[in-house]
């Protein structure tokens, strides 16, 4: 388990068993830390709740980027850092500095088109995302524990090693 579980130096006003705090310039210098999703489409975690089954975490979609047709059982926060996107289900649009709460019940399809060159917005996730076809019918899904394991894959082959997650887990 990560050292930063570990209580070190901390200050008198820490409940002693308080996790450690994170943080994190959000947006990374080192390209590595974002974690492939799919074809134009990263995610570069922050912080990974194993104890209530969720995590935040910024995702960028560069143009023509398409994140699969999925449904939430629990509810999403989003807030837009950069760019535009919309959803395939819904007739409105996230522009920058749009806050977006995604209710529990809801299935969409992400999509950012050909004349937003990147977005990267932040998103707090509970529960997992339970990816559906057009039929409605699971092709799978990603719970907190997934998510950790394709960082951890990503972290080993570009070289910042398995470990690297860790700092982001509690
Ligand atoms: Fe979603």
Not at 16 to 22: F, K, R, T
Not at 94 to 114: I, M
């Amino acid at each position: 388990m990560s050292v930063t579980a570990v209580k070190t130096e901390r200050p008198a006003s820490t409940h002693p068993l308080s996790p450690m705090e994170i943080v994190e310039t959000a947006i990374p210098e080192d390209e590595r830390v974002w974690v492939p999703q799919a074809a134009n489409v990263w995610f570069r975690p922050l912080m990974f709740n194993t104890l209530n089954g969720g995590w935040c975490n910024l995702l960028r979609v560069r143009k023509s980027g398409v994140l699969s047709r999925h449904l939430h059982p629990a509810p999403v926060h989003g807030f837009v850092l950069k760019g535009q996107w919309r959803y395939l289900e819904h007739d409105w649009i996230a522009t920058e500095g749009s806050y977006v709460f995604e209710p529990p019940g809801e299935t969409h399809t992400l999509v950012v088109d050909e004349d937003c060159a990147e977005m990267i917005t932040f998103f707090n996730i509970a529960g997992c995302m339970y990816y559906v076809d057009e039929q409605g019918n699971s092709t799978g899904f990603e719970d907190v524990f997934a998510k950790i394991d394709m960082c951890r894959a990503h972290y080993t082959e570009v070289g910042l090693g398995a470990e690297y997650v860790d700092q982001f887990i509690r």
